[in-house]
């Protein structure tokens, strides 16, 4: 798996369980506290290119996946076609 970048909050449980399952999964992450970044949501719907309501926020490589749900939905996905392929 490409670099995982997650940008949330430390206080945020799903960020927390997407952290969590990089770590179990031995993907290469890069946890963004946006809060001591001074990151906004509004900044990253700059980057995103729509409105960004939660977090976190995860890229696998420079491809946006969404949030928490959609990053574990993505790995099941890729974990499938790589049995199958």
Same mark, same amino acid.
């Given at each position: 798996?490409?670099?995982?970048?997650?940008?949330?909050?430390?206080?945020?449980?799903?960020?927390?369980?997407?952290?969590?399952?990089?770590?179990?999964?031995?993907?290469?992450?890069?946890?963004?506290?946006?809060?001591?970044? !001074?990151?906004?949501?509004?900044? /990253?719907?700059?980057?995103?290119?729509?409105?960004?309501? $939660? #977090?976190?926020?995860?890229?696998?490589?420079?491809?946006?996946?969404? !949030?928490?749900?959609?990053?574990? /939905?993505?790995?099941?996905?890729?974990?499938?076609?790589? $049995? #199958?392929?």
């Amino acid at each position: 798996m490409e670099q995982v970048t997650i940008y949330g909050r430390m206080s945020c449980g799903f960020c927390v369980r997407a952290r969590q399952l990089c770590e179990l999964k031995n993907f290469p992450y890069r946890f963004v506290n946006m809060a001591e970044e !001074g990151i906004t949501k509004a900044d /990253l719907e700059k980057i995103i290119g729509k409105p960004v309501m $939660t #977090v976190p926020q995860i890229f696998v490589g420079d491809q946006h996946i969404g !949030g928490c749900d959609d990053f574990f /939905l993505y790995v099941r996905q890729s974990e499938a076609a790589e $049995t #199958v392929g």
